[in-house]
């Protein structure tokens, strides 16, 4: 059996990334990698980028660490109002003025993906789906657009995440896993959430998801702490998503 850990959007939430990685240490997994988006809307990116980068974890390059190594002033995300836009724009200029220089650098070298072959099974890894970093792969998506993803991925499992809710499914012959979010989970359940993928060495694949607590309080009102951060980041990981 080889086992897979994979987390992501951390989103500068250092003590929940902490804990994360201490569960997967206790699982000793043969493999781990990280889904991208280490900052936004938490109060702590440097100290998430540190820990990530001290343990030489590969890491794919998702919206926000494009958005912020690059410095395009923008994250590319998608906005259902103006008010979260407005919170949305308040969250970029924060970070940006925050992480260091050194660390922007390294966020312009993360990968766009990374692939294994583990027993036969061919493993892809991306942020947000084999097209686009930011494309929102909801479990409730058309079906017949989850197919047609499905059919170009050329793997047999696809993980990514973006959406920060955890879910797993055969689409046609490839399994789906979105590993769900370690720093700002939106699916009501606010403890930080990481997957491990088991694959035998006859080739079948398996998907377990973990929930971690962590000290939530402390990162909300370090948010609140921080006048250019709103307050709905720190009701969103009070809640789970559900504010």
Same mark, same amino acid.
């Given at each position: 059996?080889?086992?897979?850990?994979?987390?992501?959007?951390?989103? =500068? $939430?250092?003590?929940? @990334? $902490?804990?994360?990685?201490?569960?997967?240490?206790?699982?000793? %997994? *043969?493999?781990?990698?990280?889904?991208?988006?280490?900052?936004?809307?938490?109060?702590?990116?440097?100290?998430?980028?540190?820990?990530?980068?001290?343990? *030489?974890?590969?890491?794919?390059?998702? $919206? !926000?660490?494009?958005?912020? =190594?690059?410095?395009? =002033?923008?994250?590319?995300?998608?906005?259902?109002?103006?008010?979260?836009?407005? &919170?949305?724009?308040?969250?970029?200029?924060?970070?940006?003025?925050?992480? @260091?220089?050194? &660390?922007?650098?390294?966020?312009?070298?993360?990968?766009?993906?990374i692939r294994l072959d583990v027993n036969g099974v061919r493993l892809r890894v991306?942020?947000?789906? %084999?097209?686009?970093?930011?494309?929102?792969?909801?479990?409730?998506?058309? #079906?017949?657009?989850?197919?047609?993803?499905?059919?170009?991925?050329?793997?047999?499992?696809?993980?990514?995440?973006?959406?920060?809710?955890?879910?797993?499914?055969?689409? /046609?012959?490839?399994?789906?896993?979105?590993? /769900?979010?370690? =720093?700002? #989970?939106?699916?009501?359940? #606010?403890?930080?959430?990481?997957?491990?993928?088991?694959?035998?060495?006859?080739?079948?694949? @398996?998907?377990?998801?973990?929930?971690?607590?962590?000290?939530?309080?402390?990162?909300?009102?370090?948010?609140?702490?921080? #006048?250019?951060?709103?307050?709905? !980041?720190?009701?969103?990981?009070?809640?789970?998503?559900?504010?």
């Open positions: 059996m080889t086992s897979i850990a994979l987390f992501g959007d951390l989103h =500068g $939430n250092h003590l929940a @990334t $902490n804990a994360v990685l201490s569960d997967i240490d206790a699982h000793a %997994p *043969d493999h781990v990698i990280c889904l991208g988006d280490l900052v936004g809307y938490g109060p702590f990116p440097n100290e998430v980028i540190d820990l990530v980068r001290a343990r *030489d974890i590969p890491v794919i390059m998702g $919206n !926000y660490d494009d958005g912020i =190594g690059f410095e395009r =002033g923008d994250c590319g995300c998608a906005y259902k109002s103006d008010s979260e836009r407005e &919170n949305g724009e308040k969250s970029v200029a924060w970070t940006d003025q925050h992480v @260091t220089p050194g &660390n922007k650098a390294w966020l312009r070298t993360l990968l766009p993906d991306v942020h947000g789906s %084999p097209r686009k970093m930011n494309e929102y792969l909801f479990e409730d998506r058309d #079906p017949s657009s989850l197919r047609r993803i499905a059919a170009s991925a050329d793997c047999d499992v696809l993980v990514f995440g973006h959406t920060h809710k955890p879910w797993s499914r055969m689409i /046609g012959d490839v399994l789906f896993v979105n590993a /769900g979010s370690v =720093g700002k #989970p939106k699916d009501g359940d #606010p403890r930080a959430c990481w997957a491990l993928l088991e694959i035998s060495s006859t080739g079948e694949a @398996t998907v377990t998801f973990k929930r971690v607590n962590y000290d939530i309080a402390t990162v909300a009102a370090a948010i609140r702490q921080q #006048p250019g951060l709103p307050d709905v !980041y720190a009701r969103d990981i009070e809640t789970g998503g559900a504010s």
